[in-house]
């Protein structure tokens, strides 16, 4: 299986703690954190994003993706590739603020809002489909000591289906963990991992992340997003 | 419109608290609060139950059932009956325990299960679809400074629309406003209103009872459940 | 109620068989069809598209859309606004080949693509939800004489309610009418309305696009598509 | 994998047409059809019908149901358990007039009614959905040569994934493939395969339903479908 793990990397290199948390950038950590025998993982950041053409996303499998400040330096040309691959069936996985990502924006056709507030809150994340694959290997809630809070409401499309939502001790609540699909491509929206804790160190969050992976594998992909004219051989139909 | 709210008005024959917050069973407080010029509003208690004939719930536009510890003595018969109503167009709100209700499960085909404790906690319900018709009036939460906690995962099918997500002070999340349709008709589960809080008082609960109401009004109704055989005239087809 | 209907008006200036069936063109003759004392509707060409202007589309409470081969002159960023604007709340119906326009494919994220034949097919339109509102007044099918065959699969992600499904005599199927959420409006696709033959004059047709505007008009409608930061006053909530 | 198949095996016994096309009945048609060295095939007829108690659903990983005549005379208790079984993650597939059954009846609290028509019509059955598990190895369509009519409206709810869409001679047109998540398991509707047509010897209508069972196999089984009190340890979450 081929992975892409695309993370702007930008706060790691600016922000000293950030960098304390993920010397190997956010990228680098998830890497770690959900190798496998089966996966070759490559990670792309904003610096090499050209990397991205068609062909590598048609060779990729499923792509996880980590933006936040830099959404708007990648082009739209590049979001719009990402978004077809994943209608040709390529996975995909966006991440915490990502939620407000080009891609994400496309494929969900929605604004993709929400509300928040830093003030490092404890957050639960509930299992509300504990059969799903992705909640798969996780308890009743994971537990993360510190986490930036999303509030709803999130402006998405009623997800085909929910996994986890997230309540922080502030008292909000957010649909953290929703899955659709788009064309002949999964997508899941993972709501944690803020860059100033450690969390994509957390062991359930890794586990999540890669069930999702395995999850958003491609069964079927196709070569075109065309609509063509089809005769139908009367004689074979009727 | 004709409404009728069914509640096994048993906690308030036999439990002081209750008795107390609610003299006119939690059945009077509900009809008291969401009166209107347009609704004509029946009650029906346990001890009256056998009203709820065929011919009652075809000339019923909405039905809102509270039951909790009762569950077991509605027949099956009447559950059917309810649910069949449903199935032919009658709209119908469950509130909080009647998640348990025969007629809930019936419809939603799964246990309805969920996990629940008792602590008084305050409760926060956020809006997470503010232009879903239920929600209109409400701000972003509804707060309550009591209320049993319930959480997930609540045993339903993957709601059609969800319009609220509770959050508990223990840091419980749970889908407390989750809408249906089955067959010509509409359900919506609502969570809010153990019977030792007064809940039914609390004006925006009211709103969102009363807005369930008109939203689950019923636009056509069938007479029939049956798969007839039904024979296309070539001519007319082809 | 203020209705705004988009038509390329392409073909009724290009084809002899197209004018001679839409001298008003297909605008024009929607706009009769659906005509309503509680209805104020405009009309706009490819000529007049600037007008759509973001003013322009907050006060229109629904939009209906036909366009065929002129998608590609519509701008991005009018498609943009158009989008936005039903994530505001705006209404938006779409028509046939609009299934291939900018503002529905942005909206649904996906690449809305399908088959088709050209072959005059009678079409039987079948209601797979009876008490949807956007089927009141109808049948158990409508009955088209002509129309061009659109096949299955058809590029969308599943429809949060499928009203209608089209047959063709070649054997094709279609999901012909199907609605969807975006944001805090609704949107709803219906493939009736080839140009060359006169669908835009068939009163049921007409009774599901007047059906549609209805359902499709906004119950609430925000400014902002932003994810605001908003702090929770802890005494407010604990 | 330990798959079921019951299959009320009333025509087979009593009709010699059927006899002639099912000597093994449809039970032992599918079983042949699907074998596979990870399968342990187990059949079940009405007459041997109380194999199917809770241990013995509890071990088995999907049910095949097909029933018709004798819906009526399987009890009431056998459809409780199997319904429980799906809540607890049992997969299941119910096929043709299994519309009917009482455990399709109970899993999708709907009437699950429908038109039919028996004029031996070819049925086109087309795939809407080309990347699902269920549809991998099947063209556009499914063509079979005579098949009983089935018509919407199909009283269900709106199914989670829409897979196929059948289309008659005749005009009508069917949702011939619906998935379901009831609690922990999946369900799987297949229309075809009336009894006086050989279609579950059909290569492709064989490779659907075993798609189905690997697509509906358990991956977590829960034991209760109780509401547990569940106390937060404060310390632990706060």
Same mark, same amino acid.
Not at 192 to 202: A, D, S
């Given at each position: 299986m081929k992975i892409a793990i695309y993370n702007e990397n930008f706060h790691e290199q600016t922000e000293k703690t950030v960098k304390k948390i993920y010397p190997d950038g956010i990228h680098g950590a998830i890497k770690a954190g959900i190798a496998d025998d089966e996966f070759e993982i490559d990670t792309v950041t904003l610096e090499s994003i050209d990397k991205l053409t068609d062909e590598y996303l048609n060779n990729t499998d499923v792509l996880i993706w980590w933006g936040h400040v830099k959404h708007g330096e990648v082009s739209d040309e590049i979001a719009e590739r990402v978004a077809n691959a994943v209608n040709k069936g390529m996975g995909i996985i966006f991440l915490h603020?990502? /939620? %407000?990502?080009k891609p994400f924006k496309k494929l969900m056709g929605t604004p993709c809002n929400l509300t928040w507030r830093e003030n490092g809150d404890r957050e639960l994340l509930w299992v $509300?489909?504990?059969? /799903?694959p992705i909640a798969?290997?996780? &308890?009743?809630f994971i537990k993360l000591d510190h986490e930036e809070a999303y509030g709803e409401? %999130? &402006? *998405?499309? #009623? =997800?085909? #289906?929910?996994v986890f939502i997230g309540s922080f001790q502030g008292g909000e609540v957010f649909r953290a963990g929703c899955c659709y699909k788009r064309g002949m491509g999964k997508v899941f929206y993972f709501q =944690? &991992? /803020? #860059? $100033?804790?450690? *969390?994509?160190? #957390?062991k359930d969050i890794l586990k999540v992340i890669k069930n999702a992976v395995l999850w958003a594998k491609p069964i079927y992909r196709t070569n075109s997003l065309d609509a063509p004219n089809v005769q139908i051989p009367l004689e074979e139909i009727l």
């Open positions: 603020s990502a /939620h %407000f990502s $509300t489909n504990p059969s /799903h798969q290997g996780i &308890g009743r409401p %999130f &402006g *998405i499309p #009623e =997800p085909d #289906e929910l =944690p &991992g /803020h #860059e $100033t804790y450690p *969390i994509y160190y #957390e």
